[in-house]
């Protein structure tokens, strides 16, 4: 089925290339070649304007949750937008946010009873920064502004979320950002260091020691936060070894540095759980969150934060001194309730904790072929490490990093009709995260296209 004209498909290239900007995307890729144009989704599945249908590897952007095209949760959007289109959460509250917000509450573990919106991730990341500061500046603590974060961690783009974020080349350009942002090892078991690179359980704990060390070198009294993903998504899926997060917790709670569990992937099924700290038993003093609480049928973003971290701002003249005109949009919160309501009617959760052990072997068959060299992660979320060299687990030189994934892999998987992510911040990876409605069906057909793409880039190196 051709979903457009050939008239509106040359418009809307010669309208793309002359107007649209790309995130991080290099325009220049797109002089000889079309811009891919996604024009309707359904169930796991989007669409091109030719007709052509994908897989959608990617849930959009980890974004897709309960899949495309759900008229339930579009309607709960117009009904809402018909009854009140906006209103802002500046001093007043109108029912979906306050409903959403209980909601969440419930959802969530332990005390993290109070619910501030945003619009974005970024923006949640931002938020929770701005918050641990201006805590510790109201409990007489004001020298506490640092915030840990681990390499290549991946926590947003605006200035003090990028200063969190741990990818040296995308924030060069913009140094220098907000003072205090350290970093410490992640949990990439597959290139841990050579003295506890045989045992899972020693370098779980020297990871987490590391933060400890991290905390004693900076002055306990100048930490205010230690930002971590439950499963720490750029490098390509790390998941935490066994008594990570129980230690990462023990020495928070030794410094009174607050944890933040950035949850913007990983909560909402991702691993099977509303939120990732469920899936690994901690307990959060700030989760943020965001792309997966609406499914993307709306933007959305929050932080869940602890009754201790609210206290100082409950009383006589203090106030979080923050705000987002858009944050907790009446729209985006009825298009969250609807879409968790989805989650319960189909047990997503159920879905994903049957199957995840499912997609996890049809995957790890892509170990037979030579360029794969670690198949990791957790729940509906993976990463395939790519090797030049399977037992010595050499990586490619840029050059040839730039030639497989620029150069190929991106094209040439999306050509076959998956869209994933092909991506060399940390070493090159194919990432998947896929709607969590997917089954058996959808794993085999991403195991073919990638075996028979991968063979292929293998020939070309
Ligand atoms: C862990 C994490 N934090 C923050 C962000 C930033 O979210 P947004 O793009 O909505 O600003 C992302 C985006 O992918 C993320 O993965």
């Not at 841990?192 to 900076?218: C, K, M, N, T, Y």
């Not at 969250?336 to 994903?352: I, P, R, S, T």
């Not at 049809?362 to 399977?390: A, H, M, N, Q």
Request: aromatic share 12%.
């Amino acid at each position: 089925m051709t979903e457009y004209s050939p008239e509106q498909i040359a418009k809307l290239q010669e309208s793309a290339k002359r107007h649209m900007w790309l995130h991080f995307t290099r325009m220049s890729s797109y002089n000889d070649a079309d811009i891919p144009v996604i024009v309707r989704g359904s169930g796991e599945y989007v669409f091109d304007q030719y007709g052509k249908r994908y897989l959608d590897g990617l849930a959009g952007l980890f974004v897709s949750q309960i899949g495309h095209g759900r008229t339930e949760v579009a309607q709960a959007g117009a009904r809402q937008a018909s009854e009140l289109a906006y209103f802002p959460l500046w001093s007043y509250g109108h029912p979906q946010a306050i409903q959403l917000a209980e909601r969440l509450a419930s959802l969530a573990p332990g005390d993290l009873n109070r619910v501030f919106f945003t619009t974005s991730g970024s923006e949640a990341v931002e938020s929770a920064w701005k918050l641990a500061k201006q805590y510790f500046k109201a409990i007489g603590q004001p020298g506490r502004y640092k915030v840990l974060s681990r390499n290549i961690a991946y926590h947003g783009t605006s200035m003090g979320a990028l200063a969190i974020t741990g990818l040296a080349d995308i924030k060069a350009p913009f140094e220098p950002l907000p003072a205090g942002g350290v970093r410490v090892p992640n949990t990439n078991f597959y290139r841990a260091p050579s003295f506890v690179a045989h045992d899972l359980d020693a370098f779980g704990q020297w990871a987490a020691d590391e933060i400890e060390r991290a905390i004693l070198r900076e002055g306990p009294d100048s930490v205010a936060a230690v930002f971590l993903e439950p499963v720490q998504n750029s490098g390509g899926c790390f998941p935490p070894p066994p008594g990570y997060f129980e230690r990462v917790r023990q020495i928070c709670d030794t410094y009174g540095v607050l944890l933040v569990s950035d949850e913007v992937i990983c909560a909402f099924g991702r691993l099977g759980y509303y939120f990732g700290s469920d899936r690994f038993g901690y307990q959060p003093d700030i989760i943020t969150f965001a792309k997966g609480v609406t499914s993307g049928y709306a933007p959305l973003g929050g932080m869940l934060v602890r009754d201790q971290l609210m206290e100082p701002f409950s009383h006589g003249g203090a106030s979080f001194l923050h705000g987002i005109t858009f944050a907790g949009h009446p729209v985006s919160c009825a298009v969250a309730m609807a879409n968790l309501d989805v989650f319960e009617k189909e047990d997503l959760l159920g879905n994903v904790r049957a199957n995840a052990g499912a997609f996890r072997s049809t995957l790890e068959k892509l170990s037979d072929l030579p360029i794969v060299g670690d198949v990791r992660g957790e729940g509906y979320f993976y990463g395939i490490e790519l090797v030049k060299d399977k037992a010595t687990r050499e990586t490619f030189s840029d050059d040839e990093s730039e030639r497989l994934l620029r150069g190929f892999l991106s094209t040439a998987l999306y050509d076959a009709g998956l869209i994933c992510r092909a991506d060399d911040r940390g070493d090159p990876v194919i990432q998947l995260s896929p709607p969590l409605t997917c089954g058996q069906q959808q794993f085999d057909e991403m195991e073919q296209i990638l075996r028979s793409v991968l063979t292929e880039a293998w020939t070309r190196l």
